[in-house]
């Protein structure tokens, strides 16, 4: 298969339209379902997800809390479906998030708190699952079928669903305005790609690393590992840079590869001072930053195409999906169908 005829890349492509669809259809279906959370005088949000959707939770979370003050919790599904617990979700919104709607612990914490009376929405990209059909208020991502195995615009777009409800909670129709350049944001990521596929022989032997990243874009750094996991079977690891600080760096010896996920914003001191020691221990930086610091440390750089810093997780990883997309095909894997993987994932 040619890289031009890969599933993977077409869909990671795909994402400017696919975006734009989020913003024709679901902000007023967003509006909604933060108007019905405003009435049930919500206090919190509880959000069940798994792997990639986990990640886009993780996002929620950030989000949520920066910009509305509400806490979000990230649901141990395993407490509903394993210990049969009965969690009180007094007041809580309960989010579910599943690109194929079809994650059956996700679906039975949205079935039990449905259950239970709260007021239950989700994040899927399938209108007819079982989880558009389990929430009181479902949303979608309007990605279109996504047939290769790593989630791609399924996640930007589940991101973008979250951050049009944030927004709306919050009532900030600034920060609509800002999500509303969110497809062309991305075709500036996409216009990248030659430069990030230059950089990807350069790694074709690397077998394990670390993925850093602090605050709102530590979901980047786990969905990034993930993907790199994938489509490459590298042992890719995530860390919050200041966990990281705090005794997994000791591993660090000359040439060990670091992917430093560090746009400008509020935690960019510490992706400095994270830097510094890494450099002190001369690590090999692959750095995704705009911050002239950072950059002027890295051993390479992955370009950073300027935005909104609470929109960075999705302009982001765009260029992390085109990185490991070309470091799979310099190694001679085949993205689209990762060895032992299936599409769904079902556990319980």
């Known amino acids: 298969m040619e890289p031009h005829d890969s599933i993977m890349l077409r869909e990671i492509r795909e994402q400017p339209e696919a975006l734009q669809r989020v913003l024709d259809l679901e902000l007023e279906r967003s509006a909604e379902l933060a108007a019905a959370a405003r009435a049930s005088r919500v206090t919190m949000l509880f959000i069940a997800g798994r792997g990639t959707s986990d990640h886009a939770a993780i996002y929620a979370k950030y989000l949520g809390e920066i910009v509305t003050g509400l806490p979000v919790a990230l649901a141990a599904a395993s407490v509903f479906t394993l210990y049969n617990a009965r969690v009180r979700l007094d007041s809580a919104l309960v989010l579910g998030i599943s690109q194929s709607g079809k994650a059956a612990d996700a679906n039975e914490v949205l079935r039990r708190a449905r259950e239970d009376g709260r007021l239950t929405g989700c994040i899927t990209n399938d209108p007819d699952s079982v989880m558009a059909a389990t929430a009181e208020y479902p949303l979608f991502c309007r990605a279109g079928v996504e047939k290769s195995l790593p989630a791609t615009k399924t996640y930007t777009t589940s991101l973008a669903v979250v951050y049009a409800l944030i927004a709306c909670l919050a009532e900030r129709p600034d920060l609509l305005d800002d999500l509303k350049r969110i497809p062309e944001l991305v075709s ?116 950073m195409p300027p935005a909104p810093e609470l929109l960075t997780p999705i302009v982001g990883i765009v260029i992390s999906q085109l990185f490991a997309y070309h470091l799979a095909r310099v190694k001679g894997r085949d993205p689209d169908r990762p060895r032992g993987l299936q599409k769904v994932t079902h556990t319980f």
């Open 188 to 303: 500036n990521a996409l216009a990248r790609e030659e430069e990030v596929a230059d950089h990807a022989e350069r790694y074709r032997y690397m077998e394990e690393c670390v993925v850093l990243a602090r605050g709102i874009n530590q979901c980047s750094a786990m969905e990034t590992a993930l993907k790199l996991s994938e489509t490459s079977y590298l042992r890719a690891q995530p860390f919050s840079a200041a966990d990281f600080l705090h005794g997994p760096i000791a591993v660090i010896d000359e040439g060990y590869p670091c992917l430093l996920f560090a746009p400008d914003g509020p935690g960019i001191e510490t992706m400095v001072e994270l830097a510094d020691a890494l450099e002190k221990r001369r690590a090999e930086m692959l750095v995704l930053s705009d911050h002239p610091d950072l950059l002027r440390r890295a051993t390479k750089t992955l370009p």
